[in-house]
């Protein structure tokens, strides 16, 4: 009767729309007052939660993200890939979704990912004749490849949460997201085959080509340098983090000569606001955990679920549909720090594995960033787009669809996740 009381009241604060992070510390803090536990609990619970060496990659990374953004570097991308395959059927759409799965490599955030992407993408689609809902469907879609292609900040996250190696966190998100981007982009050239006012746009020329090349090169090959010295060993993701954002400011204001002063003082200030939110949530988490740890809810909850779900596949199954309901009114971090903790202690003896199941789980919550009423890239796309939310909404339900295919393939192909970190 505790647990369910004590969801109650979580679900209940969150939907009145109190921040989430003054949520869970403030229930968290309530139920060790209220279980006789002594107060000295919370203040150690952050200091152990927030005194962690993974964590100092996500104001990095942040910081990466934002260079990159002000530099123009996405802008940059999509001159690049359109210049190679915009002459394909559905060229313009395929270079979108390309250019979403590259700046998500350098970036790990969906929301700059969508917004880097989607400034360029929108006029230079709906110019060629491309339906505006899908348009606007496509790059709220393709912007949450930006937590799934590592870098990853809630794979970090996750990995923080259960202790798992980070390293394999991002390896293991590499295949689900080759397959998410084919998937898109198989779905955007029939699409655009069959779009009536679809205009083919003309073959660039060598020259052109080259030369959007040479602007590309280096924002390329920093993704390149991330993913290779995290697969390699050379550095920890914290250390890659802190690369990237130096590499970055050479990059922007260096090599591109695209970053301002102005531009660099408001990427920090970004960043800054970005990392206090996130951490202080992940604080309020922690308190949180460990309140329903004293109270034994992992506990209850793995026990039910061994009670009740002998099958792994069965216990899949309800958490798929539980993060889908819930993606219609908590954000993704939200949810992973609230729904992890309670569910990773019955992995185990389920014979599931944890980096299987963070992928698992990413991908799920990539579904709350586009389903409304709070999915974050729908609102990042309606004030680009200036449009109108049910017309965005509209537009992102296919993506739905082919990202949870990608759930069903990850879970009947194990080792689209698993094969790189642990067998390649």
């Given at each position: 009767?505790?647990?369910?009381?004590i969801?109650l009241?979580?679900?209940?604060?969150?939907?009145?729309g109190?921040?989430?992070?003054?949520?869970?510390?403030?229930l968290?803090?309530?139920?060790?007052?209220?279980?006789?536990?002594s107060?000295?609990?919370?203040?150690?619970?952050?200091l152990?939660?927030?005194?962690n060496?993974?964590?100092?990659?996500?104001?990095?990374f942040?910081?990466?993200?934002?260079?990159?953004l002000?530099?123009?570097?996405?802008?940059?991308?999509?001159?690049?890939?359109?210049?190679?395959?915009?002459?394909?059927?559905?060229?313009?759409?395929?270079?979108?979704i390309?250019?979403?799965?590259?700046?998500?490599?350098?970036?790990?955030?969906?929301?700059?990912?969508?917004?880097?992407?989607a400034?360029v993408a929108?006029?230079?689609m709906?110019?060629?004749?491309?339906?505006?809902?899908?348009?606007?469907?496509?790059?709220?879609?393709?912007?949450?490849?930006?937590?799934?292609?590592?870098?990853?900040?809630?794979?970090?996250?996750y990995g923080?949460?259960?202790?798992?190696?980070?390293?394999?966190l991002?390896?293991?998100?590499?295949?689900?997201?080759?397959?998410?981007?084919?998937?898109?982009?198989?779905?955007a050239?029939?699409?655009?085959h069959?779009?009536?006012?679809?205009?083919?746009?003309g073959?660039?020329?060598?020259?052109?080509?080259?030369?959007?090349?040479?602007?590309?090169?280096?924002?390329v090959?920093?993704?390149?340098?991330?993913?290779?010295?995290?697969?390699?060993?050379?550095f920890?993701p914290?250390?890659?983090?802190?690369v990237?954002f130096?590499?970055a400011?050479l990059?922007?204001?260096?090599?591109?000569r695209s970053l301002?002063?102005?531009?660099?003082?408001?990427?920090?200030?970004?960043?800054?606001?970005?990392?206090?939110?996130?951490?202080?949530?992940?604080?309020?988490?922690k308190i949180?955990g460990?309140?329903?740890?004293?109270?034994?809810?992992?506990?209850?909850?793995?026990?039910?679920?061994?009670q009740?779900?002998?099958?792994?596949?069965i216990?899949?199954?309800?958490?798929?549909l539980?993060?889908?309901?819930?993606?219609?009114?908590?954000?993704?971090l939200?949810?992973?720090?609230?729904?992890?903790?309670?569910l990773?202690?019955?992995?185990?003896s389920?014979g599931?594995?944890p980096?299987?199941?963070?992928?698992?789980?990413?991908?799920?919550?990539?579904v709350?960033l586009?389903?409304?009423p709070?999915?974050?890239?729908?609102?990042?796309?309606?004030?680009?787009?200036?449009?109108?939310?049910?017309e965005?909404?509209?537009?992102?339900?296919p993506?739905?669809?082919?990202m949870?295919?990608?759930?069903?393939?990850c879970y009947?192909?194990?080792d689209?996740?698993?094969?790189?970190?642990?067998?390649?």
């Amino acid at each position: 009767m505790s647990t369910l009381l004590i969801l109650l009241a979580l679900f209940a604060l969150l939907v009145a729309g109190v921040p989430v992070a003054f949520v869970l510390g403030g229930l968290g803090l309530l139920l060790l007052v209220l279980g006789g536990f002594s107060e000295l609990m919370v203040p150690q619970a952050l200091l152990g939660g927030l005194d962690n060496f993974i964590l100092l990659s996500v104001p990095l990374f942040l910081l990466m993200s934002n260079i990159l953004l002000k530099g123009g570097v996405g802008r940059d991308l999509f001159t690049a890939v359109q210049a190679w395959v915009g002459h394909w059927p559905g060229g313009l759409a395929v270079a979108t979704i390309l250019s979403c799965g590259l700046f998500a490599a350098i970036s790990g955030s969906s929301v700059a990912t969508a917004a880097t992407i989607a400034t360029v993408a929108i006029p230079e689609m709906e110019a060629r004749g491309y339906p505006r809902r899908f348009v606007l469907g496509l790059l709220a879609a393709g912007g949450t490849l930006g937590i799934l292609i590592p870098p990853s900040i809630p794979l970090i996250v996750y990995g923080f949460i259960t202790e798992e190696s980070v390293i394999k966190l991002f390896l293991a998100g590499i295949g689900p997201g080759i397959v998410l981007v084919g998937l898109f982009i198989v779905f955007a050239m029939v699409y655009s085959h069959w779009s009536p006012d679809y205009q083919r746009a003309g073959k660039a020329s060598w020259a052109e080509r080259w030369a959007a090349s040479r602007r590309a090169l280096p924002s390329v090959a920093l993704a390149a340098l991330i993913v290779w010295g995290i697969y390699w060993g050379v550095f920890t993701p914290t250390e890659a983090a802190a690369v990237g954002f130096a590499a970055a400011v050479l990059i922007t204001a260096v090599w591109l000569r695209s970053l301002s002063w102005a531009d660099f003082k408001a990427a920090v200030v970004q960043s800054m606001t970005t990392s206090v939110t996130i951490l202080m949530i992940v604080a309020g988490a922690k308190i949180f955990g460990k309140a329903i740890t004293l109270y034994r809810i992992p506990q209850d909850v793995s026990l039910f679920i061994a009670q009740n779900f002998s099958e792994a596949w069965i216990f899949i199954l309800v958490v798929s549909l539980l993060l889908v309901v819930m993606g219609f009114f908590l954000e993704a971090l939200s949810m992973m720090l609230i729904m992890v903790p309670v569910l990773a202690p019955s992995l185990v003896s389920l014979g599931i594995d944890p980096i299987w199941f963070g992928i698992f789980f990413v991908i799920l919550i990539e579904v709350a960033l586009i389903t409304p009423p709070v999915g974050l890239n729908l609102y990042i796309i309606q004030a680009i787009g200036k449009a109108p939310m049910g017309e965005v909404a509209a537009g992102v339900w296919p993506f739905l669809v082919l990202m949870l295919l990608t759930v069903l393939l990850c879970y009947l192909i194990p080792d689209l996740v698993l094969y790189i970190p642990f067998k390649l």
